[in-house]
């Protein structure tokens, strides 16, 4: 088998079909198989996609779950890959789909032709639910190739639609750390990329919805137990590589201790925020103008901000007068 397509859905009865089509629309050269990891939805999804099993029995394959296995899909996922055969992998959400019929054999070629590469990636249009303008992810300089330290940065991996990638069947076991994250794909690449580079071709050949049904719509970072899941899953990359990215994944868990500040449970409660801004304090080492500001709102107990800010006042008048 040279590819596993690998589906996951959950609640997805308006777009799954679309999805399945978008795989059975591949012209290729080489074996596929359509793994479908359904999440025991409460919808019609199961329903419909058992209509592409009994018209595809050979080719769509059910890994439908008799319960729903939780953390934002991952384990769905998980388990589907468990069950791909491929020697390449291609996963993407139900609520998304491909646009090239020729799709995956460019990327099955580039992987073919270049055995030090890891994974290939591709240029995707984002469309929006709520009428927001749909617009593609990748500019026009985007980097054919990316390393492990183009991971590695302040801020989350933007570049890579989940739609758009292929990449070799390497990865068979998984840390704790990763599966204690609610973001599978972010983990995922940092793991594949210990293995090898990642190619990126321009072509535009998948579309990535942006719904309230989706996985991107689950990422609440007004939620302190959310922003806490980040930062476990940066923590635990930082141990996976060994520390050698510590001073830039620092600065990464730091911006969600900032995030929390402000979160739901946090905003209005001196004690404990003034610790989590003394924790972004030492993680991101702000900018001393920053560093003063974050010491005046959270860390200063309001009382003697209030008593120097009148002392303040006082002596501004007095010297004007």
């Known amino acids: 088998m040279k590819v596993s397509v690998c589906i996951a859905t959950y609640n997805q009865e308006k777009f799954i079909g679309q999805?399945?089509?978008?795989?059975?629309?591949?012209?290729?050269?080489?074996?596929?198989?359509?793994l479908v990891g359904d999440d025991f939805s409460t919808d019609n999804t199961r329903a419909i996609v058992q209509t592409y099993i009994d018209r595809?029995?050979?080719?769509v394959k059910p890994v439908f779950h008799p319960r729903n296995l939780?953390?934002?899909?991952?384990?769905?996922?998980?388990?589907?890959?468990?069950?791909?055969?491929?020697?390449y992998l291609a996963s993407f959400d139900g609520d998304d789909y491909w646009t090239d019929p020729l799709k995956l054999q460019k990327q099955v070629d580039f992987l073919d032709a270049h055995p030090d590469f890891v994974a290939c990636y591709h240029n995707a249009l984002i469309?929006?639910?709520?009428?927001?303008?749909?617009?593609?992810?990748?500019p026009p300089d985007q980097p054919a190739v990316s390393t492990l330290d183009d991971l590695i940065g302040e801020d989350e991996i933007w570049?890579?639609?989940?739609?758009?990638?292929?990449?070799?069947?390497?990865?068979?076991?998984?840390?704790?750390?990763?599966?204690?994250s609610v973001s599978g794909d972010i983990p995922r690449y940092i793991l594949l990329a210990k293995h090898g580079k990642i190619g990126y071709l321009p072509d535009v050949m998948s579309v990535y919805r942006k719904n309230q049904g989706g996985t991107s719509f689950t990422d609440k970072?007004?939620?302190?137990?959310?922003?806490?899941?980040?930062?476990?899953?940066?923590?635990?990359?930082?141990?996976?590589?060994?520390?050698?990215?510590?001073?830039?994944?620092?600065r990464n868990i730091a911006r969600y201790y900032k995030m929390m500040l402000e979160s739901e449970q946090y905003r209005n409660r001196y004690y404990p925020r003034n610790l989590l801004a003394a924790k972004y304090l030492w993680l991101g080492r702000p900018d001393a103008a920053e560093?003063?500001?974050?010491?005046?709102q959270y860390i200063i107990p309001p009382p003697l901000m209030r008593l120097y800010s009148r002392v303040a006042i006082g002596l501004g008048n007095k010297l004007r007068s």
């Open 70 to 87: 939780g953390q934002n899909g991952l384990f769905n996922a998980m388990e589907t890959f468990k069950l791909a055969k491929g020697t």
């Open 19 to 34: 999805a399945i089509e978008s795989a059975l629309a591949q012209q290729v050269n080489f074996p596929m198989e359509i």
């Open 127 to 138: 469309t929006y639910e709520d009428g927001s303008p749909s617009h593609i992810l990748n």
């Open 56 to 59: 595809y029995p050979d080719l």
């Open 291 to 296: 560093r003063k500001l974050i010491l005046q």
């Open 221 to 250: 970072y007004h939620d302190a137990g959310f922003l806490r899941n980040r930062i476990d899953m940066y923590e635990g990359i930082n141990q996976e590589l060994d520390y050698r990215y510590d001073r830039k994944l620092k």
């Open 159 to 180: 570049f890579m639609a989940t739609s758009s990638v292929l990449f070799r069947n390497v990865l068979h076991t998984y840390p704790a750390w990763f599966m204690r």
